[in-house]
């Protein structure tokens, strides 16, 4: 599975960005996608995920009611930003995976595919 994110990009707190991840290839290997980030100096966290034909989604506290993720039936999964804060800022990542369990959809190591990163700068 290949995937391709963008979307990424400059914006002033309070503002929006839509975050895109198409993937290709074998797509039947996984069912789950999500949206990982990384800030300088920290590790990778969780942000947002969702089950095979949008059955459920997973936020982050952090994000819970600002962003959110859906994705359609062409396999590309989408992050809504809104009410974006300069803590948002970081490298973006989309992730795909076989998930089995609830823990797996915040699990970066359940991940097997991996994005190559869209960065998105908040300014305050």
């Known amino acids: 599975v290949q995937l391709q994110a963008s979307g990424g990009g400059l914006v002033q707190a309070g503002g929006s960005l839509r975050l895109s991840c198409a993937a290709s290839?074998?797509?039947?290997?996984?069912?789950?996608m999500g949206w990982f980030r990384q800030a300088p100096g920290k590790e990778r966290e969780f942000v947002a995920s969702?089950?095979?034909?949008?059955?459920?989604e997973y936020y982050a506290d952090s994000v819970k009611g600002r962003f959110t993720i859906s994705r359609d039936n062409a396999n590309t999964v989408y992050l809504q930003m809104n009410s974006l804060k300069p803590e948002d800022t970081a490298v973006y990542y989309c992730?795909?995976?076989?998930?089995?369990?609830?823990?797996?959809?915040?699990?970066?190591?359940?991940?097997?595919?991996w994005g190559q990163g869209t960065l998105v700068t908040v300014s305050s």
């Open positions: 992730a795909a995976g076989w998930l089995q369990y609830l823990s797996d959809y915040r699990n970066p190591t359940r991940y097997s595919y």
């Open positions: 290839g074998r797509t039947g290997s996984s069912n789950g």
């Open positions: 969702i089950s095979a034909s949008s059955i459920t």
